[in-house]
């Protein structure tokens, strides 16, 4: 059998939530497995960190976004 599991609740801002159920359409899952993996994933990186203040002294990178890239000229 599968694992038990226990429920949480939280509140977000509403542009969140309609930022992650964009996102969970996208992915093709429903919001609460999208926030299960999102949620584990963070405290992963947490405990790796030690302390909220170390995790959040490291910056993820974004990409560029495609307006944003110029081609160099030829």
Same mark, same amino acid.
Not at 39 to 53: D, H, P, R, V
Not at 60 to 74: M, Q, V, W, Y
């Given at each position: 059998?599968?694992?038990?599991?226990?429920?949480?609740?939280?509140? @977000?801002?509403?542009?969140?939530?309609? =930022?992650?159920? +964009?996102? #969970?359409?996208?992915?093709? !899952?429903? %919001?609460?497995?999208?926030?299960? @993996?999102?949620?584990?994933?963070?405290? =992963?990186?947490? +405990?790796? #960190?030690?302390?909220?203040? !170390?995790? %959040?002294?490291?910056?993820?990178?974004?990409?560029?976004?495609?307006?944003?890239?110029?081609?160099?000229?030829?």
């Amino acid at each position: 059998m599968g694992e038990w599991k226990a429920q949480i609740s939280l509140r @977000v801002r509403q542009a969140l939530r309609a =930022e992650l159920e +964009k996102f #969970a359409a996208r992915e093709r !899952r429903k %919001l609460g497995p999208l926030s299960e @993996v999102i949620l584990e994933w963070g405290f =992963e990186q947490l +405990k790796a #960190a030690g302390s909220i203040e !170390r995790l %959040l002294k490291y910056k993820i990178r974004l990409p560029d976004a495609p307006s944003d890239r110029r081609e160099s000229p030829k």
